[in-house]
T-cell receptor, first 109, second 111 residues
Framework: RKEVEQDPGPFNVPEGATVAFNCTYS??????FFWYRQDCRKEPKLLMS???SGNEDGRFTAQLNRASQYISLLIRDSKLSDSATYLC??????????FGTGTRLKVLA | NAGVTQTPKFRILKIGQSMTLQCAQD?????MYWYRQDPGMGLKLIYY???????DKGEVPNGYNVSRSTTEDFPLRLELAAPSQTSVYFC??????????FGPGTRLTVL
């Protein structure tokens, strides 16, 4: 079983739609969680950290469920520019970042 | 700030050749990391460093070496390149092991 699992997609959604991705992690010692965005052939860029209480940044909302060991990302009012791969990260300690393989999102006009 | 920079952007090597991938950051971050990303796979940690003079192995260190003589630079050395090392290599840095910031990557092909 992979340490961090994501549905690879692709999720094809129309502009303006709401879309949600889930990610599960297996290491209960994971302490920090992040969502990164990666455009084709580019480096990953931090989208947002994920906190236990949940957090929101504009159209993006992230949630953490420690009991069930999953995190989620909700994107509201999808834009064409949201098309990318979204990487889930579970981290324990100062270096052990475990990346999921990513979920591809395509927002269609 | 330039952030994290990497050179070269692309490189083709023949089997058995060696090369050094350069990584530099100007954010005064203590922590630096090297990852590789294969198609359809997550990023895998090769080596990391928590400060100048201190390095340690990650998940997939075989075939690679690193050094960290300054806070700014963290080069990755490939000795005796093999086709299995064909990948995209990303360098990253963080202030104290929290949020990591990535460089633009080096695409390496070994033929």
């Amino acid at each position: 079983r992979k340490e961090v699992e994501q549905d690879p997609g692709p999720f094809n959604v129309p502009e303006g739609a709401t879309v949600a991705f889930n990610c599960t992690y297996s290491n209960s010692a994971s302490q920090s969680f992040f969502w990164y965005r990666q455009d084709c052939r580019k480096e990953p860029k931090l989208l947002m950290s994920v906190y236990s209480s949940g957090n929101e940044d504009g159209r993006f909302t992230a949630q953490l469920n420690r009991a069930s060991q999953y995190i989620s990302l909700l994107i509201r009012d999808s834009k064409l520019s949201d098309s990318a791969t979204y990487l889930c990260v579970a981290a324990s300690g100062t270096y052990k970042y475990i990346f999921g393989t990513g979920t591809r999102l395509k927002v269609l006009a | 700030n330039a952030g994290v920079t990497q050179t070269p952007k692309f490189r083709i090597l023949k089997i058995g050749q060696s090369m050094t991938l350069q990584c530099a950051q100007d954010m005064n971050h203590n922590y630096m990391y090297w990852y590789r990303q294969d198609p359809g796979m997550g990023l895998k940690l090769i080596y990391y460093s928590v400060g100048a003079g201190i390095t340690d192995k990650g998940e997939v260190p075989n075939g690679y070496n690193v050094s960290r003589s300054t806070t700014e630079d963290f080069p990755l050395r490939l000795e005796l390149a093999a086709p299995s090392q064909t990948s995209v290599y990303f360098c990253a840095s963080s202030r104290r092991g929290n949020t990591q910031y990535f460089g633009p990557g080096t695409r390496l092909t070994v033929l």
